[in-house]
């Protein structure tokens, strides 16, 4: 990924932290499973390295095709792993500085509940789950 700087964040207890090289870039995933897991939309920062983990972190095999880590002090949603990709997804909220953060992209946006629609700001809204695995994969189109 291009333009990633190193970033650091935590859960809400302050158990879990890291630092990683990520983008000043999330997207929204909208699917079931993301709004059942972190009790709305997932909106994740894919990051191509973790630099530092500390903390009591879990994972959860949620599907066949991805994992998901947790704090096991607090159960804040931490990240979602995708299984044909070494990249993780670390929750945006969690990053320290939450400033110059550009939503660009929409998963699963068939997905969404009618009574919710983030404000169109430019970012890609994308359908489907071949769309998802395009983007967890790195194979989003342009």
Request: proline share 2%; hydrophobic share 30%.
């Given at each position: 990924?291009?333009?990633?700087?190193?970033?650091?964040?935590?859960?809400?207890?302050?158990?879990?932290?890291?630092?990683?090289?990520?983008?000043?870039t999330y997207g929204a995933c909208h699917c079931k499973m993301c709004r059942q897991w972190c009790g709305g939309l997932w909106m994740g920062v894919v990051c191509d390295e973790i630099i530092e983990l500390n903390g009591p972190v879990q994972e959860w095999e949620s599907s066949?095709?991805?994992?998901?880590?947790?704090?096991?002090?607090?159960?804040s949603s931490v990240w979602h792993k995708p299984?044909?990709?070494?990249?993780?997804?670390?929750?945006?909220?969690?990053?320290?500085?939450?400033?110059?953060?550009?939503?660009?992209?929409?998963?699963?946006?068939?997905?969404?509940p009618d009574h919710y629609a983030l404000a169109d700001k430019g970012q890609k809204a994308f359908t489907g789950w071949g769309t998802l695995m395009a983007v967890i994969t790195g194979r989003l189109p342009k």
């Open positions: 990924m291009s333009d990633q700087k190193i970033k650091t964040g935590k859960c809400a207890c302050g158990a879990v932290s890291f630092k990683v090289k990520a983008p000043d066949k095709i991805a994992s998901r880590g947790f704090c096991a002090e607090c159960g299984k044909q990709s070494s990249n993780f997804t670390f929750g945006q909220g969690l990053f320290d500085d939450q400033q110059g953060w550009t939503l660009t992209r929409e998963i699963c946006a068939d997905d969404q």
